[in-house]
C-alpha cells in the first residue's frame, strides 16, 4: 500500500527558507515522476514542481529561481527547497506520485506553510 508522508513545514518570514521532505513507501520510487502541488485557501490545487525518474524537472513560473525539487532514490524520498519564501506562497503543501504515461497517482496528506511577518 503507497504511503506519502510531508514533513518540515511550518511558518517562516519573508525572504527566508524551508526544506520540505516527502518520504514514501510501498512505491517503486526509483519508477514514479514525484511532484509537489500546493493549495492556497479558497484557490486550486496547483503545480509546484515535478521531477522525472530521469530527474528532468518541470517548475511553476511563480517559483522558478527560488524552489529547486531533488530526489534520493536510495531514501525513497522527494524534496523541496523553498528559498526568498513570499507571502504567496503560504498554501498547504502536498507531495505526488505518479506512475509514467498512466493515471496512477498517490498523495500525502500535505504540510502547511505559512510566510508571514
Known amino acids: 500500500q503507497a504511503q506519502l508522508v510531508e514533513s518540515g513545514g511550518g511558518l517562516v518570514q519573508p525572504g527566508g527558507s524551508l526544506r520540505l521532505s516527502c518520504a514514501t513507501s510501498g512505491i517503486i520510487f526509483s519508477v514514479y515522476t514525484m511532484g509537489w502541488y500546493r493549495q492556497a485557501p479558497g484557490k486550486q490545487r496547483e503545480l509546484v514542481a515535478t521531477i522525472t525518474n530521469v530527474r528532468n524537472t518541470n517548475y511553476a513560473d511563480s517559483v522558478k529561481g527560488r524552489f529547486t525539487i531533488s530526489r534520493d532514490n536510495a531514501k525513497n524520498t522527494v524534496y523541496l527547497q523553498m528559498n526568498f519564501l513570499i507571502p504567496e506562497d503560504t498554501a498547504i503543501y502536498y507531495c505526488?506520485?505518479?506512475?509514467?504515461?498512466?493515471?496512477?497517482?498517490?498523495w500525502g496528506q500535505g504540510t502547511q506553510v505559512t510566510v508571514s511577518g
Open positions: 505526488n506520485a505518479r506512475y509514467p504515461n498512466s493515471r496512477v497517482d498517490y
